[in-house]
C-alpha cells in the first residue's frame, strides 16, 4: 500500500449533489482485494456528453467504445472499473465492451447506446464483463448523489488519494454546479494526460458547444500535465449535462454572454484536477510549475516547457533538490524549438539563475538552495525569441518511482 | 565513487598505435582531484577530419568552435576536457575557447584553426582556459602512441569504465587501423548521443568522404542508443585519419570499391563505442535491444523503437525484471506513427508475448520471466503496417540513475 502523497490537497473537496446525477460503488474484485473498484452513474434523461479521448495508436476498447458514441451526445449512464483497462484485448475485448454496455443498460432501463465505460488498470489482461453481472443490480438499486469522495476513491491504481473539484457559477440568477473527479498518477502525459476523469454539471448545455468548450479547456489543464511522458492508452475525458437546474435557459450559442462564465468555471475545475493529479505523480515529493516566455509561439512554449518536464535529469535535480539550471539549458536545447541560447534567462522562483546565456553574476546560491527546498517549485525560462508562452506542471523523478514501477504489475 | 556497471566489457579493448597519432594526458585539477582530466591528441601533417556535433539550440562553446572548422577539413591536434562543459559560458566561454586552441597551437607547433576542442562536466561553470597552461607544454614533451586506455580514462565524468575499441581493415595489402574512444554515461539520447567519441585512422581518406561515412555510420550507432533521452549540449563525435599507413592510396570517392571495407570496420567501430556508452548508462543494469519491424519506413520504425527506449514505464518494468509488454503497447502507441493494433506482435527474447493484438495464447509466463533475468534483454516489435525496421539500444531506469543524478553537481 503506498502512502499519501505529501503534495496531496489536505482533505477531498466539500463536493455537494449535481441535480440529475446519481451514483454508486461496488466491489467486483476485478484486481484489487478488499476495496470498491467499480463506479456507475446514471445521468437524468436528456443528458449531454462531450469527450476528449488518448490520441495514442494502440487505444484501449472502452476509449474506442466512448469515441464512437460522442458524436450522438446523448448520454444516461457512466461505467468505470479500475484494475483491468481492458487495453489491448483484442475481439475480446470489444466483446467485453459490448457486453458491459448491455448489462448497464439492462440495470437502468436504457439503451446500450446511452452508456459510456471507461476501464483502468494493467493492459493486455482480457477483462470479463460478466464480474459486473453480480454487482451492477445490486448498484442500480441503492444509488445515491452525494457519496463522491468513494466515486472518485472506487477509479483509483496507483493513486494515493481520490482526487475531486467543485465550482458553481451564476447563470440567469442560478447557481449551477460542476463537479469533477479524477485518477491517475502514473502513465500521465499529454494527448491525453488524464487517465480518467469526469465532470459533472447540471447545467443545460448543447452538446456541441459542450464539446468544444471541453476541448479547449483541455489544453490548458490535461494536456498541460505530465508525470513520466507516458501516454496511457485509456486516457478519457468525459463531461455530462444534465440540464437539470431549474430556470436556465440552454446555453447552445458559443456567443451566448453566459458562456463566458460556465468556461471559466469548466477552465478552473479541470486545472484543480490536472494538479491533483500531478500531486499524485507516482513517487513525487516536488510539485513543479513551468512556465516559458519569449518563445516563437504558444505552441512552441508548449513544446520546450514539456522538453524541460520531461527531462530525467531535471526531474532528478528537482528530487535532489539541486538548483541545477544547466540541465534546464540542456532541455530548452534539445526541444529543437527557436531559441535564442545568448538571450536565454532562468528563474527558479524568484532567484534568476541564468541571464543573456550565461550563469547570473548576482545569483545568489544559498536563495535558490533555499527555494529548491520548499515542496512546490516555480521554473520560468525567456528563451528570448517572441512573445509566446505557455505553462505546464509536473513532479520530480524520485526512487519511489521507479520502486512503484518497477513491480506494479506483480 | 561509482562502482563499476555490471554490463561493462571485460577489459579495455586492446588498441595498437595509429601511425600519425600521439597523445597524452593529465591532471588539470578542473573539477576532480587525483585524477588525470586533460587529453591532449596530435596529428601528423595533412591529418584530415569530420565531425558530426549534437542538434540542441544551446550548444557549447567548443562545438561552436568544432563545427566552424569542420568544413576546412584539416586537423593537427584535439583537446579535450572533463569536469566542465563550458556550455552556456557566453561570452567567457567563447574566449576560453579561444585561448585554449591557441594555447594548443603554441605548444604543437600548429594553427589554432588546426586544433579541435571538446569539454565535458558541468554546464554553466565558466572554464578558465588558464588553467591548461601549466600542463600542456608537459605533455607536449611526453607524447606516445599507446597508452589508449588512460587516454579514454582522461574524459570519464560519471562514465564507471573507459572505452575503446578497435579494427584493421586490408587496404591495398596494407592492414589500416581504426581506433576509437568514448565517453557517455547520462545525457544520453540522439541527435548525437555521444557525448563525446573520437576515432583515430592511419588510413588515407578525404575529408569529405570522411564526414559522409562518417554521417552514415552515426545513424544506427550513436543515433540509436539512448540512456535517459536528454541530449547535450556538448555531443561530438570527431573522425581523423592521418593518412600515415604507408602504401596505402588515397580513398577519395565514394565508389572507390574499397570504401566498402572501409565503411563496414568504421560502422562496427561505432556500434562497439555506442554500446559501450549504453552499457555504462548511469545505474544501467540490463542492456536492452530494441528491434521494431514492420513499421511504415525505417524512420518511422525509429520513432517507435525510440518511444519504447524513452518510456520510463518501460525502463522501470526491465528494471524490475518485469515481462511487463502491455507497458509496450502504451509505448508504441504514444509514438504517434502508423501502427496496427489488431496486427501487432511483441517478442522477449525468442518468447511471443502479444500477438494480433491481443496477449498470446500460447504465451509462458515462466519463460518469459528468465529471459527478463537475463542482464541482455533483446525485445523486438512488428507492428504490421509496412517493412520499415530500425533497431536501438537502451538500459534500465533504476533507483542508481536517481541517486546519481539526485546530487551529481553539488
Not at 56 to 59: E, F, H, L
Not at 70 to 75: D, F, T, V, W
Given at each position: 500500500m503506498l502512502s499519501r502523497s505529501?503534495?496531496?490537497?489536505?482533505?477531498?473537496a466539500d463536493l455537494a449533489p449535481a441535480a440529475g446525477v446519481r451514483f454508486g460503488t461496488a466491489a467486483a474484485g476485478i484486481k484489487y482485494a478488499d476495496r470498491e473498484d467499480v463506479l456507475l452513474m446514471q445521468f437524468a434523461p436528456r443528458t449531454t456528453v462531450a469527450g476528449v479521448f488518448t490520441r495514442?495508436?494502440?487505444?484501449a476498447a472502452p476509449v474506442d467504445w466512448c469515441r464512437n458514441l460522442?458524436?450522438?451526445?446523448?448520454?444516461r449512464a457512466l461505467l468505470v472499473n479500475a484494475?483491468?483497462?481492458?487495453?489491448?484485448?483484442g475481439v475480446h475485448g470489444r466483446k467485453a465492451v459490448r457486453m458491459s454496455a448491455r448489462m448497464v443498460a439492462d440495470a437502468l432501463g436504457c439503451r446500450p447506446s446511452e452508456v459510456f465505460l471507461a476501464s483502468t488498470g494493467v493492459i493486455g489482461e482480457p477483462l470479463e464483463a460478466q464480474q459486473f453481472e453480480g454487482c451492477l443490480g445490486d448498484i442500480a438499486g441503492r444509488l445515491v448523489d452525494d457519496r463522491w469522495e468513494a466515486a472518485a476513491a472506487a477509479m483509483m491504481t496507483t493513486d494515493t488519494y481520490p482526487k475531486g473539484a467543485t465550482r458553481t457559477v451564476d447563470l440567469d440568477g442560478v447557481p449551477v454546479r460542476l463537479n469533477g473527479i479524477a485518477k491517475g498518477s502514473g502513465m500521465i502525459a499529454p494527448d491525453m494526460a488524464t487517465m480518467l476523469a469526469f465532470v459533472f454539471t447540471d447545467a443545460p448545455v448543447a452538446a456541441p458547444l459542450l464539446q468544444r468548450l471541453l476541448k479547449k479547456s483541455t489544453r490548458t489543464s490535461f494536456n498541460a500535465i505530465t508525470v513520466d511522458g507516458d501516454t496511457s492508452t485509456s486516457d478519457t475525458l468525459l463531461a455530462f449535462a444534465t440540464g437539470q437546474a431549474p430556470g436556465v435557459a440552454p446555453?447552445?450559442?458559443?456567443?451566448?454572454?453566459r458562456v463566458r462564465a460556465f468556461a471559466a468555471a469548466l477552465d478552473s475545475l479541470l486545472l484543480d484536477l490536472a494538479h491533483q493529479v500531478v500531486r499524485d505523480g507516482?513517487?513525487?515529493r516536488k510539485f513543479v510549475e513551468i512556465e516559458v516566455t519569449g518563445a516563437a509561439s504558444a505552441r512552441s512554449a508548449r513544446t520546450i516547457a514539456m522538453s524541460v518536464a520531461n527531462s530525467p535529469l531535471v526531474k532528478t535535480a528537482v528530487a535532489g533538490e539541486d538548483a541545477n539550471w544547466g540541465r534546464i539549458v540542456m532541455a530548452v536545447g534539445k526541444a529543437g524549438e527557436p531559441a535564442d541560447r545568448d538571450r536565454l534567462a532562468i528563474w527558479f522562483g524568484d532567484v534568476r539563475m541564468a541571464h543573456k546565456g550565461e550563469r547570473d553574476p548576482g545569483y545568489d546560491e544559498d536563495a535558490a538552495a533555499a527555494i529548491m527546498r520548499r515542496p512546490e517549485i516555480a521554473v520560468r525560462i525567456d528563451v528570448g525569441v517572441g512573445k509566446g508562452r505557455f505553462t505546464v506542471w509536473t513532479c520530480d523523478l524520485t526512487k519511489d518511482y521507479v520502486a512503484i514501477n518497477g513491480d506494479y504489475r506483480s
Open positions: 505529501p503534495l496531496a490537497p489536505a482533505r477531498f495514442s495508436r494502440c487505444a460522442i458524436e450522438r451526445g446523448q448520454a484494475g483491468n483497462a481492458n487495453a489491448f484485448t446555453l447552445i450559442e458559443p456567443r451566448d454572454r507516482e513517487g513525487a
